[in-house]
């Protein structure tokens, strides 16, 4: 998918979530009303949801901010962050993440985000449900100096660095992580992190962490068939500028690797009994070759998932899929 700068205009203006006549469009654009109707076609068949109301005007159901390199770059420049970064925005692409594996390894900061992602996924290959202009889709890529053997709990840092991020915003006291990288509130998906590790040389690792977080989607009017899902907005009933968003995440990611690569996971411990959803419940862990059930027990310093079965035996788990376990 790709748009024209008419295009982008078009919906920088209709971005108020107002009422805006052909006839005031064309002037502003500068063509004629026959041709803001064609560009509105093609807004539409890309998936924008354009509503036409008739012999009136066009108009979009929700306020829309679409992302701008010059305003992520500036708010990350009043954060202080010391690491050099390079931006890479798009209008569509089909994976932030795949974007990053494919250009070559530098020592600064690769960020990538996008309107919408096509190919979109998260843990397990899981698809992403990517809106277009909503929500964030943002990759970014760092050179660690660290070791590889340790790197288990980094998805465990991202999650309290995206957790930290919202805290910040004062967002709700009640939003939780589902080990190792779901971010839930009131039981229902917010945000998750895809970690994945490009290469190793001369004792550095590039490391690529996605993170897809629920924005400005109406998720309550707008269910998904296949498990719940929530967004800043439905919290708040608050519109968020995904730019500012980017960096905030971005500035706290950055903190929170830097501590990590310092002082291991055993520094983040208590944080993580703060927001760990599923201590002290029953739960059942899902990998490729086992099911696992027993009593959430929290995590050991190498980010692995505790669980105690009935018999009373511990079983320290490096990966899986959770869900909470009734009891028969």
Not at 80 to 108: E, G
Not at 250 to 257: A, R
Not at 274 to 298: H, R
């Amino acid at each position: 998918m790709h748009f024209t700068s008419s295009q982008l205009t078009l919906l920088q203006l209709l971005g108020d979530g107002e009422c805006h006549s052909g006839s005031e469009l064309g002037i502003a654009l500068g063509i004629t009303r026959s041709a803001i109707w064609k560009q509105i076609n093609h807004l539409i068949e890309s998936g924008i949801p354009v509503k036409r109301i008739r012999h009136q005007c066009y108009q979009l159901p929700n306020q829309l901010i679409l992302l701008n390199k010059q305003q992520i770059a500036e708010h990350l420049a009043a954060a202080q962050r010391t690491t050099p970064f390079k931006l890479h925005l798009f209008t569509s692409i089909d994976s932030t993440n795949r974007y990053l594996k494919d250009l070559p390894l530098a020592h600064s900061v690769d960020i990538c985000c996008a309107e919408i992602q096509t190919q979109g996924r998260g843990r397990f290959g899981r698809h992403w449900h990517s809106p277009f202009g909503e929500n964030i889709y943002c990759s970014s890529r760092w050179d660690l100096n660290y070791d590889l053997t340790k790197l288990s709990g980094l998805s465990l840092v991202t999650s309290l660095a995206i957790v930290a991020t919202l805290n910040e915003l004062d967002i709700s006291s009640n939003i939780k992580i589902k080990w190792p990288n779901d971010i839930l509130w009131a039981n229902k998906k917010l945000c998750g992190s895809l970690i994945e590790i490009l290469a190793e040389s001369n004792g550095n690792i590039q490391v690529i962490i996605g993170i897809g977080l629920n924005v400005n989607s109406d998720t309550k009017n707008h269910p998904l068939p296949d498990k719940p899902w929530c967004s800043l907005y439905e919290i708040t009933q608050k519109h968020f500028d995904r730019n500012f968003l980017i960096a905030k995440l971005m500035t706290n990611l950055e903190t929170y690797l830097i501590k990590f690569i310092h002082h291991d996971l055993n520094y983040f411990m208590d944080e993580w009994s703060k927001s760990d959803y599923l201590f002290g419940k029953n739960i059942q862990v899902t990998q490729s070759a086992n099911t696992f059930s027993g009593l959430a027990c929290g995590i050991n310093e190498l980010g692995q998932l505790i669980l105690q079965d009935e018999s009373g035996l511990k079983h320290f788990l490096s990966s899986g899929d959770t869900s909470l376990h009734q009891k028969s």
